[in-house]
T-cell receptor
Framework: ETGVTQTPRHLVMGMTNKKSLKCEQH?????MYWYKQSAKKPLELMFV???????ENNSVPSRFSPECPNSSHLFLHLHTLQPEDSALYLC????????????FGPGTRLLVL | GENVEQHPSTLSVQEGDSAVIKCTYS??????FPWYKQELGKRPQLIID?????GEKKDQRIAVTLNKTAKHFSLHITETQPEDSAVYFC??????????????FGAGTQVVVTP
């Protein structure tokens, strides 16, 4: 299971900290996604990138800032988060931005104190 | 926008019995319906998907059925085994623009298979 990797796997941060989540895919895909997974809730799509261009910003607060420097890497920059932002953040990729299989990374478990 | 409802939220079955999870969707234009399995502490993985031009698809012990008229689709697992214990998510594509589909996920079903 090394197609999509995420670092760090676990992160604890205070509300005033700045941190970044990293996602890397080794599948040659052209679309990448950030999802938020909270307990008992559906997976929430946050951002979508296709060929390094952001094509979706799903009403996500500005304290989350994505970056896609190339088609293999995706970052999520975090600053002044709130405790309710604690969740599992999943990265995914797919061959194209179309109705097809998305491959997920293992996620980053984030705790905001 | 698309809304996907998934039931039940938890399902406990005896090993060897069948499990059925149902999802309904609201956007009649959706035409791609994947199912993902997420074992405890692991990433979601696609187990089966179906497109709107097909009514049923089967892969060994797993099958998915789609009723476009009623806007619902179901996952069927036969001869359940302990390793089928996981959270299962359904999803429906949201057709927008030029044939690309954002996925709207259901809330998930926790399946527990007891020996």
């Amino acid at each position: 299971e090394t197609g999509v990797t995420q670092t760090p796997r676990h992160l604890v941060m205070g509300m005033t900290n700045k941190k970044s989540l990293k996602c890397e895919q080794h599948l040659g895909h052209n679309a990448m996604y950030w999802y938020k997974q909270s307990a008992k809730k559906p997976l929430e799509l946050m951002f979508v990138y296709s060929l390094e261009e952001r094509v979706e910003n799903n009403s996500v607060p500005s304290r989350f800032s994505p970056e896609c420097p190339n088609s293999s890497h995706l970052f999520l920059h975090l600053h002044t988060l709130q405790p309710e932002d604690s969740a599992l953040y999943l990265c995914a990729s797919s061959q194209w931005l179309a109705e097809e299989t998305q491959y997920f990374g293992p996620g980053t478990r984030l705790l905001v104190l | 926008g698309e809304n996907v409802e998934q039931h039940p939220s938890t399902l406990s079955v005896q090993e060897g019995d069948s499990a059925v999870i149902k999802c309904t969707y609201s956007d009649s234009a959706s035409n791609y319906f994947p199912w993902y399995k997420q074992e405890l502490g692991k990433r979601p993985q696609l187990i089966i998907d179906i497109r709107s031009n097909v009514g049923e698809k089967k892969d060994q012990r797993i099958a998915v059925t789609l009723n476009k008229t009623a806007k619902h689709f179901s996952l069927h697992i036969t001869e359940t085994q302990p390793e089928d214990s996981a959270v299962y998510f359904c999803a429906a594509s949201i057709p927008e623009g030029d044939s690309w589909g954002k996925l709207q996920f259901g809330a998930g079903t926790q399946v527990v298979v007891t020996p």
